[in-house]
């Protein structure tokens, strides 16, 4: 089993930043790539961006291109999710999650609520 904990989420205005972060425990090992998923209301959950813990990709939906960046700390097991320009419709639960692949994930944080206001 993998455990993950996520911070950083908030009420931001639209242009703003903010910066999650995401420490992973126990088999890490068995997980090669890290991602953030997100979860608006009423609506599934999405992919937002995946990297491996070698260095690997990274790999980014079309919505956030340009705008977020995810990067790790593997001496601190923790994944970041570094996010810039935001706009009303990043309006989310954002999970993080981990997997084999840099898409299918079976081990998922709580999440974090993140709000951008306009």
């Known amino acids: 089993q993998v455990q993950l904990v996520e911070s950083g989420g908030g009420l931001v205005q639209a242009g703003g930043s903010l910066r999650l972060s995401c420490v992973a425990s126990?088999?890490?090992?068995?997980?090669?790539?890290m991602g953030w998923f997100r979860q608006a209301p009423g609506k599934e959950r999405e992919f937002v961006a995946a990297i491996r813990w070698s260095g690997g990709g990274p790999w980014y939906a079309d919505s956030v291109k340009g705008r977020f960046t995810i990067s790790t700390d593997n001496d601190k097991l923790t994944v970041y999710l570094e996010m810039n320009s935001l706009k009303p419709e990043d309006t989310a639960v954002y999970y993080c999650?981990?997997?084999?692949?840099?898409?299918?994930?079976?081990?998922w944080g709580q999440g974090t609520q993140v709000t951008v206001s306009s």
């Open positions: 999650s981990a997997g084999r692949t840099p898409v299918l994930h079976n081990f």
């Open positions: 126990g088999r890490t090992f068995s997980s090669s790539h």
